[in-house]
């Protein structure tokens, strides 16, 4: 069975950058497009980009495009979030999922959840 993990998470200040990484064990992530998520309180969960499983495709929420950049190495099993300019509105919990298949952008087309990291942005 899948299982992720999310890390990379921290405090950072408007204006600064922070790299999430997703590592997959218990199978081969080349297998999976990856989906990021997150969750700020109070909020519904929302998609912020996504990777097939060759990195030749990818896909990202309208509030990130030019500021966050998603990649992958299949061969570490990992896939990455870098975020750049981070925003206030940025400061969420930030998941990474799995699903067979191309990108998608609901939650609920992933079979695989890891356990969340969190992103704070604040001066």
């Known amino acids: 069975q899948l299982q992720l993990v999310e890390s990379g998470g921290g405090l950072v200040q408007p204006g600064g950058s922070l790299s999430l990484s997703c590592s997959a064990s218990g199978s081969a992530l080349d297998s999976w497009a990856i989906g990021w998520f997150r969750q700020a309180p109070g909020k519904e969960r929302e998609f912020v980009a996504g990777?097939?499983?060759?990195?030749?495709?990818?896909e990202y929420a309208d509030f990130v495009k030019g500021r966050f950049r998603v990649s992958r190495d299949n061969a570490k099993n990992t896939v990455d979030l870098q975020m750049n300019r981070l925003k206030p509105e940025d400061t969420a919990n930030y998941y990474c999922a799995a699903r067979t298949g191309p990108i998608r952008i609901g939650g609920n087309a992933y079979e695989y959840w890891g356990q969340g990291t969190q992103v704070t942005v604040a001066s």
């Open positions: 990777i097939n499983w060759s990195g030749g495709s990818t």
